[in-house]
């Protein structure tokens, strides 16, 4: 068992070297096959981030009336708070919502000396709520009704921001959809793509080995002895693909993350170096496995003919 193994490898090793030139052409179409899936990894990530930079941009405004208590704001509050489609809850006071009602009407005099003859603060305290995603904001509005039609008392909630802000949610809603179906879908067509142009080249180089295989089975050597050294050649050829691909990113992510922080916010280059464990794993992964089960398909056209 040992000694079929080394054989094997050996033939595997030597088959990759012998065959320079089918080796050379069947790392070159995998390394651009590797590189157009570690491209859709990176603008998978560009998306995700500017997604939820939008996401977080996002919110809706409860406004209470000015006499509300502030047992009754923080009964709603920690209500809200609770809710699991809610990712955080921003409280802004009666004191501090007049000083931003100030600073964001410094230049307009009228509204200022009409604050003015007011001998009380007229801005009740408002909490901003931030769901998790964009398609919660209708549930956690709807609460919000809910709750306050649930009481006898004098309601203490002035006015919720939802309806204002609802078709600007629901597009976001429908953009971040279809942009998930879309990244989906192009990572698939991507992803099979590289797996039938990789399984042809592959199947090119077999060709060429077809009446060493005939003679192989003509002197009774088993199946998995005849796709041994191929497969062994096909995890090689994707080992060192993988590799390259790893070492052409470096440079070009170099070049291009000023401009990607610039625009979306995110630096390429550092997602590469903190993941690059990760990125490795999955570059090789997909290498190795592209050519162990291109080359263990195509010859096994040659084993049933």
Known sequence: MLTSIR???RAGFVGFWRNAYVSLTSVYVMVIALFVVFSAMLFDQLLNHALNTLNSQVDINVYFVPDASDDEIDGIRNAVAALSE????????REDALLKY?????????AL????????????????????????YAGVAQFLIERQ?????????????YQDNEEAINTLTRF????????????????????????NTIRLGIY?????????????????????PFMLQGVLYGFFAGIITLAIFYPILIWLSPGADAMFGINLLDYY?????????????IGIGLGFFSSLFAVSRYLRT
């Not at 809610?86 to 006071?93: D, G, L, P, Q, R």
């Not at 959809?177 to 797996?195: F, Y």
């Open 7 to 9: 054989r094997i490898f």
């Open 86 to 93: 809610v990712e955080s809850v921003v409280f802004t006071s």
């Open 102 to 110: 100030r600073e964001d009407n410094q230049d307009n005099e009228i």
């Open 113 to 136: 000396q009409a604050l003015e003859e007011l001998s009380d603060n007229p801005l009740g305290a408002n909490i901003a709520v931030q769901a998790k995603e964009t398609g919660q």
């Open 149 to 161: 039609q649930a009481t006898d008392a004098e309601p203490i909630i002035e006015h919720v921001n």
């Open 176 to 199: 971040v959809d279809v942009t998930e179906q879309v990244s989906r879908v192009v990572t698939a067509i991507l992803l099979v793509a590289a797996l039938l142009i990789t399984f």
């Open 208 to 228: 060429t080995s077809r009446e060493e295989i005939a003679i192989m089975r003509l002197v009774g050597a088993s199946n998995m002895f005849i796709r041994g």
């Open 273 to 285: 170096l903190d993941n690059f464990r990760y990125v490795c794993v999955v570059i090789l992964g």
